[in-house]
């Protein structure tokens, strides 16, 4: 039985915890014994990505000292490891337990794909799914291989979705497009960040897209938000919500 360390970022654990909740159901499916560390905090994203690194330094410090004991630390959310991964080096420059640590921090769906060897999920989904890829899971994180790369194309994220019964992933016009949010940039710039998320959502839109599912609750409450002030007919589900529910 594979042990892991379950982080849970801020946006899931205050406004969204069923997808918490989805993401251990999920990974106690697929056999894994999930320890969730009550005394974790923030990962400290948002105050690194306001310039603030000296508020953020203690809670990679933290972060550090809580997980360093699991064998794995997996998160259901694609910009807070990446935080973990690629950016705690730059507020903990001479922490000797940080590498460690940080490489091995995954992603939900990484960490299925990449750790468990899992590459399909059994279950029925019969709905027609959109797949929003936020920004840090694909381009720092490589969960897909984007379509400014000239690599062979791969999708991690949707080759688990593509495992289940009855789904159909729609094809979006701009599939690896960004949806607006980035934390701090949508409070600056709220114009231009719901001009962005209104342009994914008529993608998923003509698309014929009943759901749109990504790894990243908060592009998700982006979304969710301007679909329901604009009374959009989507349904916003994180991906572990519909693995984990349509597992048997």
Excluded: W
């Excluded at 994203?45 to 997996?74: C, K, S, T």
């Excluded at 750790?115 to 890829?133: D, E, N």
């Excluded at 690599?151 to 949806?179: A, Q, S, W």
């Excluded at 114009?191 to 599912?213: I, N, Y």
């Amino acid at each position: 039985m594979t042990e892991v360390g379950l982080f849970i970022p801020c946006y899931v654990d205050q406004c969204y915890p069923q997808v918490g909740l989805a993401t251990v159901r999920l990974l106690e499916k697929l056999g894994c014994k999930v320890d969730f560390p009550e005394a974790q905090t923030c990962c400290g994203q948002p105050m690194a990505n306001a310039g603030v690194g000296d508020a953020a330094r203690p809670l990679a410090e933290r972060f550090v000292d809580i997980f360093e004991r699991y064998p794995y630390v997996v998160c259901p959310s694609g910009s807070c490891t990446s935080m973990v991964r690629h950016h705690y080096a730059d507020l903990l420059p001479e922490n000797a337990r940080l590498p460690a640590v940080a490489a091995k921090t995954y992603e939900l769906c990484e960490f299925i794909v990449d750790v468990l060897k899992i590459s399909r999920v059994a279950g029925a989904y019969p709905h027609r799914v959109g797949l929003h890829q936020s920004c840090h899971a694909l381009r720092e994180l490589r969960l897909g291989s984007g379509t400014e790369r000239r690599i062979p194309g791969f999708n991690k994220v949707r080759g688990l979705l593509g495992g289940l019964d009855g789904i159909t992933l729609v094809d979006l016009d701009r599939p690896d497009e960004c949806c607006g949010f980035g934390g701090v940039f949508s409070v600056e710039e709220e114009a231009v960040s719901c001009a962005m998320g209104k342009d994914r959502l008529a993608d998923h839109l003509r698309a014929g897209a009943e759901v749109v599912t990504g790894v990243d609750v908060s592009c998700l409450m982006h979304l969710d938000g301007l679909a329901r002030r604009e009374k959009r007919p989507l349904v916003i589900q994180h991906v572990a919500e519909i693995l984990a529910g349509a597992a048997p």
